[in-house]
């Protein structure tokens, strides 16, 4: 889905960084398996550049994007992070992966804020297989479910999480497996 741009007091903010891409990722051989290429259809969902309300907030009228499932509030921060997403999936074969229930996975982008403050961006996933045949046969979905700063405002814990690489991820569900994350 290309997401429209938002506008807030003049200020029209593009979010065509976010539009969909494909993207091809090969393994190398190793001693679980031999090199394998994976292509990715990547989507972004709105929750990269939105936010819920926090308890007790009344957000103006014009703070609110509309999506085509749900309505949520433009969070600025959330926007201007998004920016570091495509980066970010197409450098995940170099990340640290981790599995959490429910078949869902997340990245942590480590990044400095104002004042040279470390700050961890955690980015969450889901990796179907594409439906349908022909072109879409043999690849991946990657959806990029929700992404944000880890702030007191969304400071609850990190979910229980198992670390797992790229290449476990896209091969097991490529061949319809279930992949253990605990707690399902």
């Known amino acids: 889905m290309k997401w429209r741009p938002f506008t807030y007091r003049g ?7 976010l539009d969909p891409f494909q ?14 290429a994976y292509t990715f259809q990547v989507t972004f969902n709105m929750h990269c550049f ?7 907030e ?9 999506g085509p499932k749900e309505k949520r509030i433009f969070c600025f921060e959330r926007y201007e992070l998004s920016h570091r997403l495509p980066a970010i999936i ?3 074969q170099d990340r640290e992966c981790y599995c959490i229930p429910h078949s869902n996975f997340f990245v942590i982008d480590p990044f400095y804020g104002a004042g040279g ?3 961890e961006y955690e ?3 889901r990796v179907p297989r594409a439906n349908g045949a022909g072109r879409e046969k043999g690849r991946l979905r990657l959806i990029v479910q929700s992404a944000y700063r880890r702030t007191r405002d969304y400071e609850t814990t990190q979910p229980k999480k198992i670390l797992i690489a790229l290449d476990e991820i896209a091969h097991g569900k490529l061949r319809g497996e279930k992949i253990d ?3 399902e």
């Open 11 to 17: 200020t029209t903010y593009d979010l065509s960084h």
């Open 23 to 36: 993207w091809r990722y090969t393994t190398t051989t190793n001693e679980k398996r031999p090199g394998c």
């Open 50 to 56: 939105t936010r819920e309300p926090l308890s007790g």
């Open 90 to 92: 197409r450098g995940l």
């Open 123 to 125: 980015v969450y996933f």
């Open 117 to 119: 403050r470390s700050m």
């Open 181 to 183: 994350c605990g707690g």
């Open 58 to 66: 009344r957000a103006s009228k014009d703070l609110w994007y509309k």
